[in-house]
């Protein structure tokens, strides 16, 4: 089976967490486009009605219009019952590494303002260990270089060997990757994160650190699909 057809029954299954009435934090990345369809469907064949979607990039906001989920500006939302996101690793402890797309600060944002986030990935993104997929780190482009030594002493200090810090590059490799925030990212290759506790309270100290790819204590349902369907695990 494939991994798009394994996002795809993780995106159906998310479903099945909507409401009607609620406010939901859309998040960003191939999956959680998948369940922006689905969404946009349901509301069309009238199965779930008067929903709010708070997207969490400017991708995932056009896809939304498109689909005809209605869109609610964040700073009008008083409150966001739910948030289905991606990642890009997740280990047994729901903690996860997301910002591969670069919407990692508000993805966030939205998950921490949410009373639930649901996580949709296919099994691949499931690990023992966070680091092999790079972390990504959202920096002002004021001083960046100071702040990416800064960046590898905490990573050093929370117990990564060496790790490798790379300014993330448009696809033709030349300008700076730019975040919808206006931001830089470092993604860095750390392989193995003993303690992302530690690695994320120590990112979160350096000045010139937007924010980090660790998220911790926020997923709380995982949703994975697999070559039959989707599992639902609950922490």
């Known amino acids: ?4 057809q394994q ?10 967490l909507v409401e009607s009435g609620m406010t939901l934090g859309l998040g960003s990345g191939s999956t959680a486009e998948l369940f922006v369809k689905e969404l946009g469907e349901a509301l069309k064949a009238g199965e779930i009605e008067n929903i709010k979607g708070v997207p969490t990039s400017e991708n995932t906001a056009v896809l939304a219009r498109e689909v005809g989920v209605p869109l609610l500006p964040v700073d009008q939302a008083q409150r966001i019952d739910l948030t289905i996101d991606g990642a ?13 797309g670069g919407c990692h600060l508000r993805e966030k944002i939205i998950a921490h303002a949410s009373d639930l986030m649901a996580v949709v990935i296919d099994e691949s993104k499931l690990v023992a260990d966070l680091g092999a997929f790079p972390l990504p780190v959202e920096v002002d482009p004021f001083a960046f270089t100071i702040t ?5 002493d905490a990573l050093r200090a929370a117990g990564v060997n ?5 300014l993330r590059r448009k696809a033709d490799g030349t300008d700076p990757y730019i975040t919808d ?43 994975v699909g697999e ?8 922490l």
């Open 148 to 152: 990416a030594k800064k960046v590898f």
């Open 88 to 100: 890009d690793e997740v280990d047994i402890h729901f903690r996860l590494i997301k910002g591969g």
């Open 227 to 234: 070559d039959d369907g989707a599992r639902v695990v609950e």
């Open 162 to 166: 060496n790790p490798d810090i790379n």
């Open 7 to 16: 996002k795809l029954f993780a995106a159906q299954a998310a479903l099945e």
């Open 181 to 223: 925030g206006g931001h830089y990212i470092l993604d860095c290759q750390c392989r193995r994160i003993p303690d992302p506790e530690e690695a994320a309270e120590n990112l979160s100290k350096i000045p010139g650190v937007v924010e980090h790819g660790l998220f911790i204590g926020l997923a709380r349902v995982l949703i």
């Open 1 to 4: 089976m494939s991994a798009a």
